[in-house]
């Protein structure tokens, strides 16, 4: 049968754009792609981007107060948010341009318009024109979800607060993940008086315990005002702002509520079901380690499979799926070992398990120190960074590597690719220390904390 296309991919963010471009640019396809949004998707127009720009602004100002105690001149204060606004849509606007440009160096054909699947090897488009294809390739994506509450409409999520008119006098974030966190720094950061609820006894679940309540603490101690085991009840709109009615009893006024209570895969009225793709619990595509889903010419890739939601395993997916399909060599994705950041202040690195989940598996050794930085000490701050490896007791592998540092992100990618080589305990001591730096601490502890 002849299909308009090889391949129809259906999403144009960071893992539609590179399978698009790597089975059209290297290996020869015919490929269309469909996208109803802007080019780049989350990571690039209202995630993973625009966010590291809100850190990098956010911290200038300790930064500004860092320096006068380093002896210089400088004015701190004064962040004048529509400027800065301004220059970070114009960057977006250009980093779109680039994904544009990168699709059709590729020759892939575009389509700027909603998609969804009208059998196992067509795509009907939002104008009516259906386009068949030998294989179809769903990148989706996810998409913020708000809990259902009386006034939840009054909140918005992170799609919106890069676009705010003006930044709120006092926000209230509501969640204790990644990008909780993350806002609850930057807005913090920028000025903002942050409060956060979270329902649970500690934020960031999943991470390593010490990691987390490091963070935890720093981010009060640099003026977020975190409330946990705190939830919100009810919302509504008053004369002065958004009232807010806790968990705990509490009744407060805030200009503006940010909902970080996760994201739902963006599999609704696709017609999946319709053709027999399988969707799991939360929605997300069921998927097997090839990414092909239950209808053998539809694959899926990213956020919209569940598996693990970070931009650079969407990327490796689309491009083990270009392997698999159209180069004849059958590639598994490899989610084992994945490093990586969360842009708090201070920032998290981390590869591995954490304590708890190594100390449940196996006899293990922790190494850990907690210090202040020479840096930040200088400047008279009284911030924290901790340095901790999980090490197995009977390989001697380093099975967590946990670090909470300024830069921590760029910390851990290295260390990554040892932990990843199956270094032990010993190839790290082996390691000679660079100095003076924080990441020495990493190859110089000589006792562990404790053994478990
Ligand atoms: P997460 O799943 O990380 O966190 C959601 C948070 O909301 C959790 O604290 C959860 O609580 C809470 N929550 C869920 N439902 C409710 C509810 N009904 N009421 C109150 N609280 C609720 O989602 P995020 O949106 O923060 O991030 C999504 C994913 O995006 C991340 O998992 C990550 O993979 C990726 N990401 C990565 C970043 C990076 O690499 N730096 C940055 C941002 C996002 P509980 O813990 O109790 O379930």
């Known amino acids: ?37 802007r080019y780049g998707g989350t990571c690039v127009i209202r995630g993973c981007v625009p966010k590291k720009l809100m850190v990098f602004a956010s911290e200038y100002g300790e930064t500004a107060k860092d320096a ?26 250009r980093l779109e341009g680039v994904y544009r440009n ?9 389509f700027d318009m909603r998609a969804r699947i009208a059998d196992p090897h067509t795509v009907e488009l939002s104008d009516g024109t259906r386009k068949t294809a030998k294989h179809i390739l769903l990148a989706l994506g996810g998409w913020p979800v708000k809990p259902d509450l009386p006034g939840a409409e009054l909140a918005i999520t992170s799609n919106e607060i890069f676009h705010l008119d003006k930044l709120p006098k006092r926000l209230l974030i509501v969640g204790g993940g990644y990008v909780a966190c993350e806002f609850a720094g930057i807005m913090n950061g920028l000025g903002v008086q942050t409060t956060q609820y979270y329902r649970g006894a500690q934020i960031l679940r999943g991470f390593d315990e010490e990691a987390r309540g490091l963070v935890s603490e720093e981010m009060m101690q640099s003026g977020v005002d975190l409330h946990l085991g705190t939830n919100v009840l009810e919302m509504k709109q008053v004369e ?56 053998p010419s539809i694959y899926a890739i990213g956020d919209v499979t569940g598996r693990v939601e970070l931009t650079p ?62 840096q930040q000490a200088f400047a008279g701050r009284s911030d924290r960074v901790l340095m901790k490896l999980v090490v197995s007791q009977k390989t001697r592998k380093v099975l967590g590597c946990h670090i909470v540092a300024p830069g921590a992100g760029e910390m851990i990618q290295m260390a990554g690719i040892a932990i990843k080589m199956g270094a032990t305990k010993e190839d790290f001591d082996r390691t000679v220390a660079v100095h003076p730096t924080m990441s020495e601490e990493m190859v110089t502890m000589r006792q562990p904390v404790r053994t478990a």
């Open 1 to 37: 049968m002849e299909f308009d296309y090889d391949l129809f991919v259906i999403g144009g963010g960071s893992g539609g754009v590179r399978a698009a471009r790597v089975a059209a640019g290297e290996a020869g396809a015919k490929v269309g792609l469909a996208e109803e949004s």
């Open 313 to 374: 395993v969407a990327i490796r997916e689309g491009m083990a799926f270009v392997e698999t399909v159209f180069k004849g060599n059958p590639t598994p994705v490899d989610h084992e070992l994945i490093p990586t950041a969360i842009f708090t202040q201070p920032e998290i690195g981390t590869v591995g398990l954490s304590e708890e989940d190594a100390r449940d598996q196996e006899p293990i050794e922790v190494y850990c120190t907690s210090f202040k930085p020479m």
């Open 68 to 93: 006068q105690a380093y002896g210089w001149k400088m004015m701190a204060g004064g962040f004048d948010w529509p400027t800065f606004r301004d220059k970070l849509e114009a960057e977006l606007d």
């Open 240 to 295: 002065d702002g958004i009232w807010v009615k806790g968990t705990n009893g509490s009744e407060r006024v805030f200009d503006q509520v940010m909902f970080a209570t996760g994201r739902a895969p963006n599999t609704t009225d696709m017609g999946l079901e319709d053709v027999g793709v399988k969707l799991g619990r939360r929605g997300e595509i069921e998927v097997d380690e090839f990414s092909q889903t239950s209808v």
């Open 102 to 110: 990168l699709l059709a160096n590729s020759g892939v054909e575009t």
